[in-house]
């Protein structure tokens, strides 16, 4: 079963009329999904998998963010780094730029950065590089379990000046 199909299978038995977004355009980076969905880098939700000491957390945040890896440590308990894009499939079952932040391979703790609060609705990837799910941060705590945590170090947007 293609993984778009999966993932809406998966969304269909929570029963919130949530409906998957196939696109033409590439949506595997923030800023090509906010591009092809004429939306805010902002409100693209970027699913990035972490590896600690006792094993992967998952972590969604706003497009525009940079996530502080010692607020994640001091949520988690030890120190964490980037997965790599072997571990990312291996723990997701999804591929970069299409990481999906539920229906996962392997069970893991998620937490949702409180930056996506500040939209009424988010896009995460659907588990391709041209999928879009427009969901809130409610639904997405509801589907995911995830802990709702600040992990923002600052917007990409304020480092970059």
């Not at 894009?85 to 723990?91: I, K």
């Not at 730029?97 to 069970?107: A, E, H």
């Not at 391709?128 to 170090?153: F, H, M, W, Y």
């Amino acid at each position: 079963m293609p993984l778009l199909n999966k993932v809406q299978a998966y969304l269909d038995q929570y029963q919130l009329g949530l409906k998957a977004i196939r696109l033409d355009e590439n949506t595997a980076t923030c800023e090509l999904a906010a591009a092809a969905l004429g939306v805010e880098v902002g409100q693209i939700a970027k699913t990035l998998v972490f590896k600690g000491k006792t094993g992967y957390v998952l972590v969604v945040a706003a497009g525009d963010v940079r996530i502080d890896q010692k607020k994640i440590r001091q949520v988690i308990g030890s120190k964490v780094r980037m997965a790599n894009p072997d571990e990312v499939l291996q723990v997701t079952g999804y591929p970069i730029g299409g990481v999906c932040p539920f229906d996962l391979k392997t069970p893991v703790r998620i937490l949702l950065d409180d930056s996506l609060a500040q939209y009424s609705v988010v896009y995460a990837a659907a588990g391709t590089a041209n999928s879009a799910l427009p969901i809130t941060l409610e639904q997405l705590r509801e589907i995911t379990g995830g802990e709702v945590v600040s992990l923002a170090d600052q917007t990409i947007d304020q480092a970059v000046s």
